[in-house]
């Protein structure tokens, strides 16, 4: 009897003992899942932080003229949405501790690169000065994967809005050719000022921006380059829709020099016509985007008669002459910057050449 007890007892240490050592491993084994899935979200937590290096800690990187610019002056200033695309949302902010107006251009996380790849195109777009492109003075990072480019107000708005709005400065020579000379300034030190060029790919009279003086700043330089494939592309896309679109784009998905320069030809057309880019009714031969006013008078060797009359009726009996001569060389300069064939354009720096003769 007293064997039969001692085996019992035998039986169920060594199926206690079993358990313990089922339960230690189960427990090992949870334990273990748990260090790893801590593990790899440290890791990817310093990862984040190394995306984030040189962002200071409130996520704002501050270029010249914002040096006391700060995240809460930013997210807390009273705006207004002023302009949208598919990749961003424009806003006029006023920032409430300096009494100022910025432009905030927020851009759509899905649109855009991740921050590693961003981080160092912004420090490269937040170092370019020049008196006729718009700066970047301030970037902001936010927890969402948000991004915010902030850059200084123009009170006069864009070319577009100077041209439509039936404004008479927008048909004085004197104001077109300010405006020509700065866009085509602007122009040359992307594509030659640089140690690394920058194409515009977006180039039209929305993205001129103007001061009281009727100065001209290029804005929107760059931005291809925060976006990722899709939404560069749409970018093109919709460059195509408004009529500045180069007609080898079609074919090919890449802006260049040459298709930078077709654009800057059709602004050109826009500033002396007083007309739109595009026909809202293109006829079906229309093998690049010229308004079909503009196309006729061309094959009729009519362009001395496009330009808007006010041009030079705005002058003196004395200057007339002069201003006629210079808007034809314009005209003819247009032209040759909208050539279906891009080997046949002018580059930026030919363009400020002529521009500067024209001025003489």
């Given at each position: 009897?007293?064997?039969?007890?001692?085996?019992?007892?035998?039986?169920?240490?060594?199926?206690?003992?079993?358990?313990?050592?089922?339960v230690?491993?189960?427990?090992?084994?949870?334990?273990?899942?748990?260090?790893?899935?801590?593990?790899?979200?440290?890791?990817?937590?310093?990862?984040?932080?190394?995306?984030?290096?040189?962002?200071?800690?409130e996520d704002?990187?501050?270029?010249?003229?914002?040096?006391?610019?700060?995240?809460?002056?930013?997210?807390?200033?009273?705006?207004?949405?002023?302009?949208?695309?598919?990749?961003?949302?424009?806003?006029?902010?006023?920032?409430?501790?300096?009494?100022?107006?910025?432009?905030?251009?927020?851009?759509?996380?899905?649109?855009?690169?991740?921050?590693?790849?961003?981080?160092?195109?912004?420090?490269?777009?937040g170092s370019?000065?020049?008196?006729?492109?718009?700066?970047?003075?301030?970037?902001?990072?936010?927890?969402?994967?948000?991004?915010?480019?902030?850059?200084?107000?123009?009170?006069?708005?864009?070319?577009a809005?100077?041209?439509?709005?039936?404004?008479?400065?927008?048909?004085?020579?004197?104001?077109?050719?300010?405006?020509?000379?700065?866009?085509?300034?602007?122009?040359?030190?992307?594509?030659?000022?640089l140690?690394?060029?920058?194409?515009?790919?977006?180039?039209?009279?929305?993205?001129?921006?103007?001061?009281?003086?009727?100065?001209?700043?290029?804005?929107?330089?760059?931005?291809?380059?925060?976006?990722?494939?899709?939404?560069?592309?749409?970018?093109?896309?919709?460059?195509?829709?408004?009529?500045?679109?180069?007609?080898?784009?079609?074919?090919?998905?890449?802006?260049?020099?040459?298709?930078?320069?077709?654009?800057?030809?059709?602004?050109?057309?826009?500033?002396?016509?007083?007309?739109?880019?595009?026909?809202?009714?293109?006829?079906?031969?229309?093998?690049?985007?010229?308004?079909?006013?503009?196309?006729?008078?061309?094959?009729?060797?009519?362009?001395?008669?496009?330009?808007?009359?006010?041009?030079?009726?705005?002058?003196?009996?004395?200057?007339?002459?002069?201003?006629?001569?210079?808007?034809?060389?314009?005209?003819?300069?247009?032209?040759?910057?909208?050539?279906?064939?891009p080997?046949?354009?002018?580059?930026?720096?030919?363009?400020?050449?002529?521009?500067?003769?024209?001025?003489?």
């Amino acid at each position: 009897m007293e064997q039969k007890l001692m085996l019992i007892l035998i039986i169920v240490g060594v199926t206690l003992f079993a358990v313990v050592i089922v339960v230690f491993l189960l427990f090992y084994c949870c334990r273990k899942k748990t260090v790893a899935a801590e593990f790899t979200k440290d890791v990817e937590a310093s990862f984040e932080c190394k995306e984030k290096e040189g962002i200071d800690k409130e996520d704002l990187i501050r270029f010249q003229g914002a040096e006391d610019l700060s995240v809460h002056d930013i997210l807390e200033a009273p705006g207004e949405v002023i302009g949208k695309s598919s990749y961003g949302t424009l806003y006029r902010a006023n920032l409430m501790s300096t009494n100022s107006l910025a432009l905030l251009r927020f851009l759509r996380p899905a649109c855009t690169l991740r921050m590693k790849e961003v981080l160092p195109i912004i420090e490269f777009l937040g170092s370019i000065r020049h008196p006729n492109l718009v700066p970047l003075c301030a970037f902001y990072a936010g927890p969402r994967g948000e991004k915010l480019m902030v850059h200084p107000f123009y009170r006069l708005g864009n070319l577009a809005q100077l041209i439509r709005d039936g404004n008479g400065e927008a048909h004085r020579w004197p104001i077109i050719y300010r405006i020509s000379i700065g866009i085509a300034k602007a122009l040359t030190y992307l594509h030659l000022g640089l140690e690394k060029p920058i194409i515009h790919g977006n180039l039209k009279s929305k993205n001129i921006l103007l001061d009281r003086h009727y100065q001209p700043y290029l804005s929107d330089f760059g931005l291809h380059l925060l976006l990722n494939p899709t939404a560069g592309q749409q970018m093109l896309e919709a460059s195509e829709a408004e009529g500045y679109k180069a007609p080898e784009l079609i074919k090919m998905k890449d802006a260049s020099e040459e298709s930078d320069v077709f654009s800057f030809g059709i602004i050109l057309l826009e500033l002396l016509t007083g007309k739109e880019p595009i026909d809202e009714n293109p006829t079906p031969d229309q093998d690049y985007h010229l308004p079909n006013v503009i196309r006729a008078a061309i094959l009729d060797d009519q362009i001395t008669e496009l330009y808007h009359p006010d041009i030079i009726l705005s002058q003196s009996k004395d200057q007339r002459a002069v201003t006629k001569d210079r808007v034809l060389r314009l005209f003819q300069l247009s032209m040759a910057c909208c050539s279906p064939s891009p080997s046949l354009r002018p580059d930026a720096k030919q363009i400020l050449s002529k521009l500067e003769e024209l001025g003489k």
